[in-house]
């Protein structure tokens, strides 16, 4: 069965402190490997897709890894606006259907 | 704005009743979602339609509905609200074959009493 685990559940840094998210997947026929960025009481906003071990895709602070079992979010120096819920999805090839892990609460204190 | 927008924004009922939630997308994606998240924060996906067509029945009750009138829509009917039902509802939308993610509204918090 497809599965998306992500760690850990939650994350409190201080401000400038960087560290790393962890999204494991078993998706078969991985399409794409999805983050996305929530803030209470609003929709997921997407940041990036990963296709291939060994890509990586970087916005602002935030950089996404992926290889064949795992992807990483890396937040370098960070700032209080950086906290919120970062979600990673797996899509399978040819179902066109997202799965989700539960996230990751990151609350940045300045 | 281009948005994906859906109402309303809170919904408290009664057990038993019949609600439906609406959703319009301006971004011109042919692909359009129903997804649910749970108390523990976790999202699941319910139906799917590309191009009005259904492409995606998650195991839902059946007393959930989806209606696509076209492909800038999608609505949500639930009947026979039971507690269970509470939870946030997203509706999103995106191009299907394309790497650019979803689009989520800000969803419809539904709560059954």
């Known amino acids: 069965e497809d599965q998306v685990t992500q760690s850990p559940e939650a994350l409190r840094l201080q401000e400038g402190e960087s560290s790393s998210l962890n999204c494991s997947y078993t998706v078969s026929g991985l399409r794409g490997l999805f983050w996305y960025r929530q803030d209470p009481g609003k929709g997921p906003e997407f940041l990036f897709t990963?296709?291939?071990a060994g890509e990586e895709k970087e916005k602002e602070r935030l950089k996404a890894t992926l290889t064949k079992k795992e992807s990483f979010l890396h937040i370098t120096a960070p700032k209080p606006e950086d906290s919120a819920t970062y979600l990673c999805?797996?899509?399978?090839?040819?179902?066109?259907?997202?799965?989700f892990g539960t996230g990751t609460r990151l609350k940045v204190l300045a | 704005d281009t948005a994906v927008s859906q109402t309303p924004k809170y919904l408290v009922t009664q057990m038993g009743n019949d609600k439906s939630i609406k959703c319009e997308q301006n971004l011109g994606h042919d692909t359009m979602y129903w997804y649910k998240q749970d108390s523990k924060k976790f999202l699941k996906i319910m139906f799917s339609y590309n191009n009005k067509e259904l492409i995606i029945n998650e195991t839902v009750p059946n007393r959930f509905s989806p209606k696509s009138p076209d492909k800038a829509h999608l609505n949500l009917h639930i009947n026979s609200l039971e507690l269970g039902d509470s939870a946030v509802y997203f509706c999103a939308s995106s191009h299907l074959e394309d790497s650019k993610g979803y689009t989520f509204g800000s969803g419809t918090r539904l709560t059954v009493v």
């Open positions: 999805a797996g899509e399978s090839s040819g179902t066109y259907k997202y799965i």
């Open positions: 990963l296709y291939s």
